[in-house]
């Protein structure tokens, strides 16, 4: 059953905005920042999976929004596996499952436009948008850093 998609619009700076909420997705010019603080330094995510002894760590969360928590944690995910890999401690089996829940998706069209506020997260960007499901509801499973990150997307109430 397809499902609507967000209604926003974009505010002066490019932050998106959802109309329906009266809420910026992320705060303007510091989206990344804000997301590495709150989702990543807050949870302690490089600490836990420093420690972490079991091979899958899943993260779940409600409002999947423009996909910033996934794309910025996916950036620090990729990057402990590869600074682990540079210590030959080998981890080859460590996967992250992220399962996030979205009631109203964003448009592919405006996920890409507020995406490209963030070049530095190019790469997990445009792997998202090219896998970027339509509004159907149900689950949607992406695959990334070949098969290291696994994202189900729920779409729909």
Request: net charge negative; proline share 3%.
């Amino acid at each position: 059953m397809t499902i609507s998609n967000a209604k926003i619009r974009f505010n002066k700076n490019g932050t998106p905005y959802a109309t329906h909420f009266e809420d910026l997705y992320f705060s303007d010019s510091q989206g990344f920042d804000e997301t590495t603080h709150v989702f990543v330094k807050n949870s302690k995510l490089l600490q836990r999976w420093e420690n972490w002894h079991e091979q899958e760590f899943v993260i779940a969360e409600t409002g999947f929004g423009t996909g910033l928590n996934v794309l910025v944690t996916m950036l620090h995910f990729d990057t402990f596996n590869q600074e682990k890999s540079s210590q030959q401690i080998n981890c080859p089996n460590f996967r992250l499952h992220f399962i996030s829940i979205e009631k109203f998706p964003i448009s592919h069209a405006d996920l890409t436009k507020a995406l490209s506020l963030y070049p530095e997260l190019a790469q997990y960007s445009h792997a998202l948008l090219e896998q970027y499901p339509i509004a159907v509801a149900g689950c949607h499973r992406l695959t990334f850093l070949g098969g290291k990150v696994i994202l189900d997307l729920w779409l729909g109430d």
